[in-house]
């Protein structure tokens, strides 16, 4: 059939490929919605977490340089249970002696330490004892059964603090990076857009001719033979 009509070729090829420029289409408008999903709700709620997240950073920050005063052991005062204890070995104790003594996995507030709160829980899943230092932002330190060990987690927690602002800060550059690349991007067109413009075009001619052709068949086809027809007529008057 191709062969005999080469607009049938032509034709079928189009429909290939429309179809397949029709489905990049498609993709790239499902993506293009995504990131207007983004621009509009993602990205700011991400900006504003960061920033917040900064602001806690910076604030517990000055926190601890305001309320840290080092002995001779390079330790500073800590609170448990209303006593306060100056050396290591002491307060590393009085945290375990507060692990025993709970009847509760909820987190029960039992002192301070460099200007936070100190926060005790039980996570029953992983069936450890959680030290939770409570500023403007919340610091998680899991236990263990060592007395220095868990001092040493406690001030690392604290001296880690300017490296995660630091963290915080470049997610927040590159989350801005992040948004201003998919505003741009959104206002990209369909790359192959004329390209499937003209193709259709073309298609929309060629179904055209087809359709044209199709009819002028039937005419001709339906159109009775003459002969045929004076024949059926002479038979009929002999009869």
Do not use: W
């Amino acid at each position: 059939l191709a062969t005999g009509n080469p607009y049938i070729k032509e034709k079928m090829d189009l429909d290939v490929a429309v179809s397949k420029l029709k489905l990049l289409k498609q993709n790239h408008l499902s993506q293009k919605y995504a990131l207007e999903d983004k621009i509009i709700k993602f990205y700011p709620q991400e900006i504003k977490r960061f920033e917040e997240r900064i602001d806690g950073y910076n604030s517990d920050i000055e926190r601890v340089e305001n309320n840290t005063i080092l002995n001779d052991d390079g330790f500073s005062d800590m609170v448990i249970e209303d006593v306060s204890y100056s050396e290591k070995k002491a307060a590393g104790t009085a945290i375990l002696a507060a692990c025993k003594a709970m009847t509760s996995p909820e987190p029960k507030e039992i002192g301070s330490y460099r200007g936070f709160k100190l926060e005790l829980s039980f996570e029953t899943f992983e069936k450890q004892y959680v030290l939770t230092l409570v500023g403007s932002l919340r610091h998680s330190v899991p236990l263990g059964a060592d007395i220095f060990g868990n001092i040493s987690r406690i001030d690392n927690m604290i001296s880690s603090l300017p490296d995660k602002l630091k963290a915080c800060e470049e997610r927040l550059a590159d989350t801005k990076v992040q948004l201003e690349n998919a505003k741009a991007e959104v206002e990209r067109p369909f790359p192959q857009e004329k390209e499937l413009s003209r193709k259709m075009e073309r298609l929309a001619e060629l179904n055209a001719l087809l359709d044209m052709d199709h009819t002028d068949n039937e005419i001709v086809e339906g159109e009775p033979d003459v002969a045929v027809v004076a024949e059926r007529k002479v038979v009929e008057k002999v009869r």
